[in-house]
T-cell receptor, first 112, second 117 residues
Framework: KQEVTQIPAALSVPEGENLVLNCSFT??????LQWFRQDPGKGLTSLLLIQSSQREQTSGRLNASLDKSSGRSTLYIAASQPGDSATYLC???????????FGEGTQLTVNP | DTGVSQDPRHKITKRGQNVTFRCDPISEHNRLYWYRQTLGQGPEFLTYFQNEAQLEKSRLLSDRFSAERPKGSFSTLEIQRTEQGDSAMYLC???????????????FGPGTRLTVT
């Protein structure tokens, strides 16, 4: 059974700082890994999807990497802004390509 | 707006009542998923459909829960005889099937927040 862990559970940084969020998973037989953002009381917004054959994906100030063999992914946020404050969730899809298995998220606060 | 929509956004019900939620996926997506999220936790998978067929159900989906997708478009999730432990955010997502898109990027709706008193 896949287990996904995110560290840290919460992070507070000053505006402008570069930061890294960590995600680890126990079963390396994944189809892909997806990073999401969730604002309080809202649904999930997809940020980046990395397929199992890929090493990284970039979108604007976000860069996600994937190391399947070690069961790790990182989300790098450059030049953080107060608007980046949210909970960030990572999730894996198994080789059947169906259900997502989520971590518990990292709650990020960027202080002006 | 052509994203995933859910209705209602909020539902307050008394214990023992039945509730039904609706999800409308992105129109060209043939896969539809239901997840449940409690406070401070990541979402947990409940079930998913490909077209009108329900292909997988989690053990979390007790016999009080039933989901349907009768015409392969919108879906409903019904909870019978609600309990306080059912209080959660119910999230719906949709995607294209793998053989079509080669990837399984799931797009989520805003969720329905259920409170059972």
């Amino acid at each position: 059974k896949q287990e996904v862990t995110q560290i840290p559970a919460a992070l507070s940084v000053p505006e402008g700082e570069n930061l890294v969020l960590n995600c680890s998973f126990t079963d390396s037989a994944i189809y892909n890994l997806q990073w999401f953002r969730q604002d309080p009381g809202k649904g999930l917004t997809s940020l980046l999807l990395i397929q199992s054959s890929q090493r990284e994906q970039t979108s604007g100030r976000l860069n996600a990497s994937l190391d399947k063999s070690s069961g790790r992914s990182t989300l790098y946020i450059a030049a953080s802004q107060p608007g980046d404050s949210a909970t960030y969730l990572c999730a894996t899809t198994g080789t059947s390509g169906s259900r997502l298995t989520f971590g518990e998220g990292t709650q990020l606060t960027v202080n002006p | 707006d052509t994203g995933v929509s859910q209705d209602p956004r909020h539902k307050i019900t008394k214990r023992g009542q039945n509730v039904t939620f609706r999800c409308d996926p992105i129109s060209e997506h043939n896969r539809l998923y239901w997840y449940r999220q409690t406070l401070g936790q990541g979402p947990e998978f409940l079930t998913y459909f490909q077209n009108e067929a329900q292909l997988e159900k989690s053990r979390l989906l007790s016999d009080r829960f039933s989901a349907e997708r009768p015409k392969g478009s919108f879906s409903t999730l019904e909870i019978q005889r609600t309990e306080q432990g059912d209080s959660a955010m119910y999230l719906c997502a949709s995607s294209l099937a793998l053989r079509v898109a080669g990837r399984n990027e799931q797009y989520f709706g805003p969720g329905t927040r259920l409170t059972v008193t």
